[in-house]
């Protein structure tokens, strides 16, 4: 009976891992047709793939684009202010710039004073000159004012 009763429980067993085998084997099965359900309608479209790899590419060259303007602009920034502090030393006189202008503006005034005064003379003296006359007296004022200018 020992062998008997041993036997029908080593079918028992046997019987019950062929079962469990057969519902992992099943249970398989349905995850396998549920994954390849799922990712069946996952279809590689070969344009999407080309418009994100040049919108990487352009986001890329963006970034970089950016990166070395900006690098720029803070050299820029440190070479103007090393400029700044070199001719720090070395400021422009504007007191003297502004006397020198206006004592070349004054001359200028007077020089053209001069010039109307000439003219004025020459277009009254003209008047009373005879023609052959007048040629010499307009070279003669002529070289008068670059005489003049040239001081």
């Known amino acids: 009976m020992r ?8 079918k028992i ?13 099943k249970e ?9 359900k799922e990712s069946a309608p996952v279809v590689f479209n070969s344009e999407k793939i080309e418009q994100d790899k040049k ?7 963006t970034f970089f684009m950016a990166l070395i303007i900006s690098l ?10 090393i400029n700044f502090l070199k001719t720090n030393d070395n ?23 001069e010039i109307k005064n000439l003219q004025s003379a020459v277009f009254t003296s003209s008047s009373s000159l005879p023609q052959a006359e007048q040629p010499i007296e307009m070279k003669k004022n002529i ?9």
Do not use: C, P, Y
């Not at 062998?3 to 080593?10: L, Y």
């Open 91 to 113: 400021k422009f006189n504007w007191k003297e710039t502004k006397e020198e202008l206006a004592g070349a503006m004054d001359e200028i005034k007077k020089n053209i004073k």
């Open 143 to 151: 070289e008068l004012l670059k005489q003049r200018l040239s001081e």
């Open 3 to 10: 062998s008997n009763s041993h036997n029908n429980k080593f």
């Open 28 to 36: 398989f099965v349905k995850s396998k047709e549920n994954f390849n």
């Open 72 to 81: 720029w602009l803070l050299n820029i920034k440190n070479i103007f202010q």
């Open 55 to 61: 919108m990487v590419m352009i986001a890329g060259i």
């Open 13 to 25: 067993t046997k019987i019950k891992i062929k079962a469990n085998k057969q519902e992992q084997e």
